[in-house]
């Protein structure tokens, strides 16, 4: 049975990396800073509560167990952090990633590690090509650049233990049936909190159910078995999501108030959300550029179809 060490194993996307890990056969410990009971009389699971700077008490983790493999979860959002994402937080997340990568690519027993990025480390694109991986990078918000710096922590080490099977996993903001935090970000108003729509919603989003999101890091748990599937992956749903798929949704499964119907602003204002920011968009995770909205980026994940079919959009999410 191998042992998987997830940081932030207890949040949203923790948990559910850590059951779909449970399911297929792993053994797995979690770290993070607070405990969700989620391991009440689950066998082959146990959890680490302590802060990620820690270092003592994630140095025992790795000394006491016989680790096969790391998934680096910590530092997310939808996790154990919120949509702002201060400075602070910017850099306990790059110094709890150096002692981190150290311990995963020194320890012999470690032969595959997984970090989970986020998209928002591309440079938003001035083009409706599709995002791939080789696109180019320039992260402007506090969490793209966050993260942005700890791929590069990982490439740090990863040059020097070539041995090693690593994958970076730049996924697109998440959401299940019941997590709509993210999902509700695209039809509210960043000015007023209100909610709403440009036309008819026939304009879409670049988003992740977590069970897709999952769906691959299982895959590439059990079927990535020598370095030459090493590299960045895009991970998200295949087809962007609606407005109007976000509307219909709300309104079938949860409340919804009353959504304004709005008319898109001019060519001026689109071109210049496309090369300036704001603060806000800068801190808050989940900022909506109003200027953007219809751009229908979307990620290439032909990368990594290799590996799954990603089958889990809104229509179908649990």
């Not at 002692?99 to 409706?128: C, G, H, W």
């Not at 219909?248 to 689109?270: C, I, Y």
Request: with cysteine; net charge neutral.
């Amino acid at each position: 049975m191998e042992k998987v060490l997830v940081t932030g194993g207890c949040g949203l996307i923790g948990q559910h990396i850590c059951s779909g890990l449970l399911k297929k056969g792993f053994e797995v410990i979690a770290i993070d800073r607070e405990e969700s009971g989620y391991n009440e009389g689950k066998l082959h699971y146990s959890s680490v509560i302590c802060s990620p700077t820690d270092k003592n008490a994630i140095a025992e983790v790795f000394e006491k167990n016989k680790i096969d493999i790391v998934i680096f979860a910590g530092c997310t959002v939808d996790n154990d952090l919120g949509p702002i994402i201060s400075d602070e937080q910017m850099n306990e997340s790059a110094s709890v990633d150096k002692f981190i990568y150290r311990y995963a690519f020194t320890e012999e027993s470690v032969n595959k590690v997984m970090l989970l990025s986020t998209d928002q480390v591309y440079q938003f694109p001035k083009t409706r090509e599709p995002i791939r991986e080789d696109s180019d990078l320039k992260p402007i918000t506090n969490y793209g650049v966050m993260k942005y710096k700890s791929e590069k922590a990982l490439y740090s080490e990863w040059t020097h233990h070539s041995e090693k099977i690593c994958c970076i996993i730049r996924f697109s903001p998440v959401y299940t049936l019941n997590f709509t935090d993210n999902l509700m970000s695209k039809i509210t108003d960043p000015k007023d909190g209100s909610y709403f729509v440009y036309g008819q919603g026939q304009y879409g989003f670049q988003m992740c159910c977590i069970h897709n999101l999952v769906d691959f890091i299982l895959c590439y748990t059990k079927n990535a078995d020598n370095t030459t599937y090493n590299g960045a992956y895009n991970v998200g749903d295949k087809l962007p999501t609606t407005a109007a798929d976000i509307i219909t949704f709300m309104r079938e499964n949860h409340r919804l108030g009353a959504v304004m119907q709005k008319q898109p602003g001019g060519t001026f204002s689109k071109l210049k959300g496309m090369f300036s920011t704001n603060k806000d968009e800068k801190t808050n995770y989940r900022y909506l550029d109003l200027s953007k909205v219809e751009n229908n980026n979307l990620l290439d994940n032909t990368k990594a179809r290799k590996f799954v079919n990603f089958r889990w959009d809104i229509h179908n999410t649990k």
